[in-house]
């Protein structure tokens, strides 16, 4: 463990104390003069062609101030803007149910949701598919014109010679899978605010994790330059992905606004967010594994269906991170992948938690624990043989620098006492085990560019004090604490000497966005290095007035002196201020890109390339009722690798969120579509998620661990916790009971059914 | 036609035109001005809108704002005691209950009921005092947590009373 003044401290976040006196603001709380209210009508069918919309009964409704539809923003968007499919408002035709129409701007609310009504939309019903394997079969079925047979993108790749590997190896499994249509289910519904100055100028208020990505949206949408908009990020309550693309709540907005003259909000009941979705995809998945008879992996084959739903979305990346999923976090020398993103007439998948890895983890380490039993070794044995090490280059050219997973299985195996109990246990208990992993950010942006990712200002005055902006934006997992403790760290001065800008495209420098567990090593690079910039400045003349070169000193706590030999001292805020007195204002930027790495000539390698990796393993023990077939999940014992915790009580918090959403996903969680495309449960009533009662016991452990590449050793912690989630539990499940489930979720009935084949058998 | 209602919020009366089908949540926020009162649903199954009426918790998003006249309504603005945070507050704070933050004014209104009624509740005391608020974040080890560490704070706790 390394010397730290500030990281490594469980610090409360910044905004806890406002945030629990119901003071902070987040996006539907805010008011601005003259603001009126933007409502959504959505499309009762699943598949069908606009044939008209008629309105002028809503324009006559005393209030209504505008309405507009598909054709008033005609222009294509997507978060992968190579592939544009969806638009503010549907344009032709609807491809879901819960699909915008028309949006109407009123005084309130009651009679913005009046003029829907009014609103008459003549359709003409075409045929509509749910689910993606009959998607690809039905020709009478054309979602998007462009996509044949409803694929919306096939990618293929082979390293190493899988099929010799295949033929040699002692032994191959090759199973089934199928996961679960799920929500994120974060507790504030999108909303956005949207208003156009006198001059033209476009400020949006929104609960977004991506203020550039949606900064690029409008621009394009709205036909104007990016230079005349601002998007700001007020608090946010929660998003997982789910606001990780633009939600056409702030485009809907800000035509609104834009037609009105008025400030316009947007905010979605909770059926608009499941309307919205871009939840976890579900996948058909077919794996097979081929090891030797010491357990050595030899290869993978892995074919995957993913169900996109109606638009694009973040599909093509997910599609290919369950591609570069299987490549870590053990070694496997030899992989091929066929994975297949279909549209289907549901509402649109997309980025969610771990996106993209927790779908094949769920398959590949249920694999590997029946393997393990095959060979007549413990599961663990066989994980720990194949685990990577820190320097590891998968056959994908993914480079890991860093890696402590082989000491997160050991401590979480020895921390639960698994290997005494795995297959010890009596019926209806049960214990089981998995490892996971993510990255620590991306390679590359979605369109072309060669711009820092990151980036950050610190600026020093004796008025304002020590203010860092950074386009980072917390969405509630914390970076607005976070980063801060980064610069206190490097400037040697307290965490909470330091304000704090974020989440906004004017005010702060340039930031790709909340996603990919990108911001704490990313900005946290640019923060560093915009704080060893003030430093480099500051001590050139702390250095005169303390008799010291400057490349002796050192700031702690606030005070800045020689680190060879004691003497004189000078506070930092009083260098400060002989700073600016000599050489004027005192600022600095730092900037963060990650390495290019990728490999040429492979479709879709780009992906899953990461400048670092995270690393988690998890022993979970379940109670299965036999005669209920209800599953409680006793005890999650975790062991994760974040490299060096910035703020461990942060970190246990992203843990204990994440363990918690994944036994939801295992268990119970799923989007029920009725035949004919109209979701049965969109409520936070029928689509339940995990309650205060629901938990398991957790005990989580962050390992020992530095990564030298990351800003104060850290990497992520928010997305690689969630991935041994499920396996865990059906590992947990199947020692319980003998029994190996396929598909998710795992509820009473699929339980019971199997033990009643069991019993017949 | 809207009525004249008068409800008792924090202590504080406000006169209200409301109409009859106005729910106390809309009426807490967008009429009063108390923001801090979350909706996450509106249709009474998260619990981000709670607020206590006459001390028990009440989803305001069901909750139609002309029946709560004549009742002493809290909402979380009315929790801390000016700069000082109440303790159930506090210990959010310190134990790292708080994430997205979204959930947290219903979860302490919820807490609040809870130990008024049970200053020292078992830790599966808490959890069904808090099963109607749900949170997305946290895994609600740390909310659980929190609530324990405001009951001692409050005094609650057994041994607390012997001392
Ligand atoms: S907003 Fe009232 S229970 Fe969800
Ligand atoms: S802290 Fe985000 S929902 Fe509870």
Redesign the interface.
Known sequence: MKDFAVVGK?L??V???A????????T??LLLPHMVYGKIKRSPHAHAVIKKIRYDKALELPGVLAVITGDDAPQAYGIVPQAPTEYALAVGKVRYAGEGVAAVAAVDEETAEEALERIEVEYEVLPAVFDPVEALERQDVVIHAKAKNNMMYEGKQEFGDVDKAMAEADFVLERSFKTSYVN??????HSALAHFEANGFLTVYSSTQIPHYLHRTLSLVLDLPMNKIRVSVP????G?GGKGEVASSELCAALLAQRTGHPVKVTY??SEVFAQHKGRHPCVMTMKIGVSQDGTIQAIDFDNILDGGAYGGWGIVVLFYTAAMIHLPYQVPNARFRGRRVYTNKPTTGAMRGLGGVQPRFAMESMLEDIAKELGMSPYDLRLKNAVESGYTTKSNVYVPHSEFKKCLQTAVERSGYREKQGKLPLGKGIGLAGGYYISGTAYTLYMSYKPHSSALIRVDTEGGIILYTGATD????SNTVLPMIAAEELGVRADDIHIVSGDTQLTPFDLGSFASRVTYGAGQAVRMAAQGINKQLYEVAAVELGVRADQLICREGKIYSQYEPGPVLDFMAAVAKYIDAKGPLSAMGHYSPPRKGMKGVQGANIGQSPTFGFSAQVTEVDVDLETGKVKVLKVTEAGDCGQPINP??V??Q???????GMGQALFEEIKVSPDGRLLNA???DYK?????D?PE?DSTIVDSYDPTAPFGAKESGEGPIQPVIPAIANAICDAIGVRFLELPITPEKILQALKEKKER | MKKLITLNINGQDFDLAVSPRDLLVDVIRKKVGLTGTKKGCGQGDCGACTVLMDGHPVLSCITLAVASQGKKIQTIEGLSEGEKLHPIQESFVEQGAVQCGYCTPGMILSAKALLDRNPDPSEEEIKQGIAGNLCRCTGYKKIVKAISAAAEKLGGKEEERVR
């Not at chain 1, 945030?19 to 987040?26: D, F, M, N, S, T």
């Not at chain 1, 994120?184 to 519904?189: G, M, Q, R, T, Y």
């Not at chain 1, 969405?475 to 914390?478: P, R």
């Open positions: 469980s409360p976040r905004d806890a104390p945030k629990v006196r119901g003071e902070a603001l987040y539907d709380d994120h289910a974060f507790l504030e519904p608090m946010v309550g929660g997982f009941e909770r969405i509630g997992q914390g009580m942060s246990e918090g843990v204990e969120g994440s363990i918690v959403m409520s936070l009533h998620i995990p309650t205060a009662v938990i957790i």
